[in-house]
């Protein structure tokens, strides 16, 4: 009984990653929304707060894996720094793009510009040819992003506009920022979860680092985070649920699921985002973007379909792990094999 169980594990492991990467996107699509009810908080003192409180905490909770994969971490500490370097420059480029040029287009483009940033990285980083797969999938997503985008668009040609046209090409800028900055760090987490580092202390480590470095703009911006007990709970929020929840789940999927894989799976955050203004802001979305979200729903689909390569492989598999005849004890925090979403074969 306990020989088919195991071989199992590895099958299940990309489907149960690629849900957790989705979930962490529906946490984080929550965070325009819940900025709206702080107003008075610039968006370089979300940024530092939500991410650099959030990565404390997980630093603080990963202590015991971080002491155990020390070794490792230090042979490392080049990857480890430019993914805390990552983690501090992405909330800050975020959220005053979101800032400058509107929550959906702030989003959208900071969101959809992650797959390819992810891409380049690992076909030049890694070696990783990309698949016709992942091809598609990502087409189909920026399709609904790019959508989603010129709904908003549309939207602030009748009068509901954020800001300048120069603001508005500074926050597309730093969209992009924010877009490469969050694949560098996904790619140095995973890059460290695949060297024998468990999923907690890679993030700990790398999202620790980063919220260190965001300490001195917190101090230097967050004073309005005290001014009210509302502006208060949006920044414990913020910390709390969207980045250390959140960015649990998306180490957990990381362990299990490649990097482009994973931020091309995060575009359901802006198709969330968008759902949400809806929902709670009052915002109108016009028939564009809900066709955009269509088309992000129909990438996620793609991307999550279990591939045709493991279930002709798992029999097999199966079979193997009993004829073995011993039980392979490995810790449940370190990474497993990711064959389940043949997106880069």
């Given at each position: 009984?306990?020989?088919?169980?195991?071989?199992?594990?590895?099958?299940?492991?990309?489907?149960?990653?690629?849900?957790?990467?989705?979930?962490?996107?529906?946490?984080?699509?929550?965070?325009?929304?819940?900025?709206?009810?702080?107003?008075?908080?610039?968006?370089?003192?979300?940024?530092?707060?939500?991410?650099?409180?959030?990565?404390?905490?997980?630093?603080?909770?990963?202590?015991?894996?971080?002491?155990?994969?020390?070794?490792?971490?230090?042979?490392?500490?080049?990857?480890?720094?430019?993914?805390?370097?990552?983690?501090?420059?992405?909330?800050?480029?975020?959220?005053?793009?979101?800032?400058?040029?509107?929550?959906?287009?702030?989003?959208?483009?900071?969101?959809?510009?992650?797959?390819?940033?992810?891409?380049?990285?690992?076909?030049?980083?890694?070696?990783?040819?990309?698949?016709?797969?992942?091809?598609?999938?990502?087409?189909?997503?920026?399709?609904?992003?790019?959508?989603?985008?010129?709904?908003?668009?549309?939207?602030?040609?009748?009068?509901?506009?954020?800001?300048?046209?120069?603001?508005?090409?500074?926050?597309?800028?730093?969209?992009?920022?924010?877009?490469?900055?969050?694949?560098?760090?996904?790619?140095?987490?995973?890059?460290?979860?695949?060297?024998?580092?468990?999923?907690?202390?890679?993030?700990?480590?790398?999202?620790?680092?980063?919220?260190?470095?965001?300490?001195?703009?917190?101090?230097?911006?967050?004073?309005?985070?005290?001014?009210?007990?509302?502006?208060?709970?949006?920044?414990?929020?913020?910390?709390?649920?969207?980045?250390?929840?959140?960015?649990?789940?998306?180490?957990?999927?990381?362990?299990?699921?490649?990097?482009?894989?994973?931020?091309t799976l995060s575009l359901l955050e802006p198709a969330v985002a968008a759902v949400f203004a809806v929902l709670v802001v009052g915002e109108h979305l016009p028939a564009l973007g809900w066709t955009g979200i269509a088309l992000v729903i129909a990438c996620l689909g793609v991307l999550t379909a279990p591939s045709r390569r493991l279930r002709t492989t798992e029999a097999p598999k199966?079979?193997?792990?009993?004829?073995?005849?011993?039980?392979?004890?490995?810790?449940?925090?370190?990474?497993?094999?990711?064959?389940?979403?043949?997106?880069?074969?």
């Amino acid at each position: 009984m306990t020989g088919p169980a195991r071989a199992a594990g590895p099958a299940a492991g990309p489907g149960l990653g690629a849900l957790a990467v989705l979930l962490a996107s529906v946490l984080w699509g929550t965070t325009g929304t819940a900025a709206t009810f702080a107003p008075q908080v610039g968006p370089l003192a979300i940024g530092a707060a939500a991410m650099g409180l959030g990565g404390l905490l997980q630093a603080l909770l990963a202590g015991r894996r971080i002491a155990r994969a020390r070794t490792e971490l230090r042979a490392q500490w080049r990857i480890v720094l430019v993914g805390g370097v990552g983690v501090a420059l992405y909330p800050l480029a975020f959220y005053t793009s979101m800032h400058l040029a509107g929550v959906a287009v702030g989003t959208v483009v900071s969101i959809g510009s992650a797959p390819l940033a992810s891409a380049l990285i690992e076909r030049f980083a890694d070696g990783r040819r990309l698949s016709r797969r992942w091809l598609a999938g990502a087409a189909l997503g920026l399709a609904g992003t790019v959508l989603l985008c010129a709904a908003e668009a549309a939207q602030a040609g009748t009068g509901a506009g954020t800001g300048s046209a120069r603001g508005t090409v500074a926050g597309v800028a730093l969209g992009l920022v924010a877009g490469l900055t969050y694949a560098v760090y996904a790619w140095a987490a995973h890059r460290l979860i695949t060297r024998s580092v468990g999923s907690r202390a890679a993030m700990g480590a790398v999202f620790g680092l980063g919220g260190l470095m965001l300490v001195p703009v917190l101090l230097a911006t967050g004073a309005p985070l005290a001014a009210s007990w509302t502006n208060a709970g949006v920044g414990l929020y913020m910390a709390l649920v969207p980045m250390f929840t959140g960015y649990v789940l998306f180490g957990y999927g990381l362990s299990r699921i490649p990097v482009s894989t994973a931020t091309t799976l995060s575009l359901l955050e802006p198709a969330v985002a968008a759902v949400f203004a809806v929902l709670v802001v009052g915002e109108h979305l016009p028939a564009l973007g809900w066709t955009g979200i269509a088309l992000v729903i129909a990438c996620l689909g793609v991307l999550t379909a279990p591939s045709r390569r493991l279930r002709t492989t798992e029999a097999p598999k199966q079979g193997q792990g009993q004829k073995q005849g011993h039980a392979q004890h490995r810790d449940p925090d370190a990474p497993e094999p990711r064959d389940g979403l043949a997106l880069n074969a």
